[in-house]
């Protein structure tokens, strides 16, 4: 047997949704392409897209989440490539003050959401 998966989604849990919503928008033209609440309104599940791949990054909240969620050492990330001027694109995060860590021999910097994950930006 042969299994071929396709990616689908990653996940963020974050605990100020319509803010991570705004960031997401905001920073890198993602939109809410569904939802999905509990009946008893203990999670609230918000998919982000692109509007080319059907990818999407969901982000999960928990009503009952007060506390920063534990990134440990942060040694992952999501990348997303922007498309048009990337270092226009990369003075916009600066401008937002989001850039958390720029590599410029590599050609690459990462910026980092209200709940702190990264997110490394490369140009299309």
């Known amino acids: 047997m042969e299994v071929k998966g396709k990616f689908d989604h990653f996940n963020f849990n974050v605990l100020d949704l319509e803010k991570s ?3 997401y928008e905001k920073a890198l033209g993602l939109k809410e392409v569904r939802r999905k609440t509990a009946s008893d309104g203990s999670f609230i599940l918000v998919y982000l897209g692109d509007g080319q791949s059907n990818f999407t990054l969901e982000l999960t909240w928990l009503r009952d989440r007060t506390e920063p969620y534990d990134l440990g ?7 997303l490539r922007v498309p048009g001027d990337y270092d226009q694109v990369r003075e916009f995060h600066r401008e937002m003050g989001c850039i958390c860590y720029e590599n410029r ?7 980092n959401d209200p709940d702190g994950y990264w997110i490394e930006i490369l140009p299309l």
């Not at 050492?73 to 990348?79: A, D, F, Q, S, V």
């Open 21 to 23: 919503i705004q960031f």
């Open 73 to 79: 050492e942060g040694e992952y990330h999501l990348c």
């Open 105 to 111: 021999d590599m050609g690459l910097y990462f910026i």
